[in-house]
């Protein structure tokens, strides 16, 4: 057994690596929020590309801090896996919000309000911030979400050359 791995049912510690289970994840995420304070992870996937990319480090910040409106990207407990998922908003109805990735054709449905965790208020790419997504172009990539034309528009996003992606990121 290497010495520098511990593995639990919840825990995974790998040299300085800590990689928590679904639940587990979930529980440590919520009670550092209700501490009023930020929680920052790596996260794994692509459903939230090109704004949230796999790898990237997001900070999720308590709801007091910051709301919940309609284009935010949110960490949530997803009720059918049990797992922490962070997509965006994209409606809200009494006592739930319509979620969806970015870059994913299906919608997650309606998740009661009580599983949302947090809302992300910083990403971070290779150890630079990454503002699209985030701002007021949030509410357009929400809308085009919503009405199902955001996947193709995600796959038009990928002609543009990564130096003007880069200028459009930075300007916007």
Known sequence: MN?????SEFLTIKEEEFLLSGRALVEL?????????????KVKGFSMSP?????DVVTISPLRNS????????????????????HRIIGKTSGFYFIKGDSIFAADGLIPKGNVLGCVTKVERKGKNIFFGLGWERLVIALFSKIKIWHVSS???????????????FVI
Do not use: M
């Open 3 to 7: 010495p520098n791995r511990v593995e």
């Open 29 to 41: 995420v919520r009670e550092v929020l209700s501490k009023n304070t930020c929680f920052r992870l």
């Open 51 to 55: 704004f949230i990319r796999d790898n």
């Open 67 to 86: 709301s919940t409106n309609f284009g935010k990207a949110a960490a949530f407990l997803n009720p059918q896996t049990d797992k922490l998922v962070i």
């Open 155 to 169: 796959q038009l996003w990928k002609i543009f050359p990564s130096s003007i992606r880069d200028i459009i990121r």
